[in-house]
């Protein structure tokens, strides 16, 4: 895989917000200031595996002194973040990249937030900036428990009575109608679970919402395990060679084969590395990061794929 620069931070802080859920405070051993990030943002951490992963920033936007993570352990996952869990304590180093940002907040009268469980990370930064802002919005939190709710003391703080949680344990279960209908303004922003995000979506378009104001983050790759990949050629458009993708190979693997540079980090359609444009071809996409519109011209070559034919951009 090819990563962005990773820069070496400290740990500064580390605690359990749940039992799962471990909250990092990450700074420069050096320097006074890490690179500036908008709401929304994320950074690519490698795990003591080796593997690279994505964690949206949780904490203040405007803080440039720190970056705030919070990351979950998976029990049955590839190890990886169980491995963070282990190693990662104060004072230990954590090897980050500078931010990214592929679900930033829109110009809009009033924001509206569905989040499942970890799904609260991005949301938090969001938040923080509203409240600072003035801004009207409001959340909805689903949480298996108060207990199990990562960062709901810090949500608390900043939402006031614009915080609904809906905690299975107490029998409250969210109904993704509670978003109501559409009002001129708003705009409408789902992370979490992917079942979440199928959930909240379908009811939008139910109620009126139009596709361009509904911005998801899922907190999982989406792959379907019954996706049978068909052989197709990629076209370069800068030179007019055309690459033939055999079934068993991604579009990324095989522009990289033939010497195409091409950025990556998590390879499962979530982080937006690969990204790039197209023109011609009807794309199978399969990735969850790009949006409706954008995936007019757009591909994400680490997952998605052509029928017969695609030309790229590139
Ligand atoms: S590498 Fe992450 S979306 Fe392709």
Redesign the pocket.
């Known amino acids: 895989?090819t990563a962005r620069v990773i820069m070496k931070l400290k740990v500064e802080a580390a605690r359990l917000t749940t039992p799962k859920v471990l909250h990092l405070r990450l700074v420069h051993p050096l320097k006074p200031e890490l690179p500036a990030w908008e709401p929304g943002a994320h950074v690519d951490l490698r795990l003591p595996d080796g593997k690279i992963r994505q964690y949206s920033l949780c904490g203040d936007p405007d803080d440039r002194s720190a970056y705030e993570i919070a990351i979950k352990r998976e029990d049955a996952g590839r190890g990886g973040s169980r491995g963070a869990h282990e190693t990662l304590s104060e004072g230990s180093v954590a090897h980050v990249s500078a931010p990214r940002n592929n679900f930033p907040l829109q110009q809009a009268d009033r924001h509206l937030f569905v989040v499942g469980g970890i799904g609260v990370t991005p949301v938090l930064a969001m938040v923080r900036r509203l409240s600072a802002q003035g801004a009207d919005f409001r959340v909805d939190f689903c949480a298996p428990s108060e207990h199990d709710a990562p960062l709901l003391p810090e949500l608390r703080a900043i939402c006031g009575e614009r915080l609904r949680t809906w905690l299975s344990s107490d029998g409250a279960r969210f109904d993704p109608r509670e978003i109501g209908r559409a009002q001129e303004g708003d705009q409408l922003y789902v992370c979490g679970p992917q079942r979440l995000l199928e959930a909240v979506r379908a009811a939008a378009v139910e109620l009126g919402w139009p596709e361009a104001r509904i911005h998801a983050e899922a907190f999982q790759a989406t792959l379907d395990e019954n996706f049978k990949p068909e052989p197709f050629d990629a076209t370069l458009a800068s030179t007019g060679e055309t690459l033939h993708v055999p079934a068993d190979r991604s579009l990324?693997d095989v522009l990289r084969d033939h010497g195409v540079t091409m950025?990556?980090?998590?390879?499962?359609?979530?982080?937006?590395?690969?990204?790039c444009g197209y023109r011609d071809g009807v794309v199978i996409h399969r990735?969850s990061?790009i949006s409706v519109t954008d995936r007019q011209h757009r591909i994400?070559?680490?997952?998605s794929r052509a029928r017969v034919a695609v030309t790229l951009d590139l």
Do not use: N, T
């Open positions: 895989m990324l950025p990556s980090s998590c390879e499962l359609g979530v982080c937006g590395s690969c990204v990735d990061v994400a070559p680490c997952v």
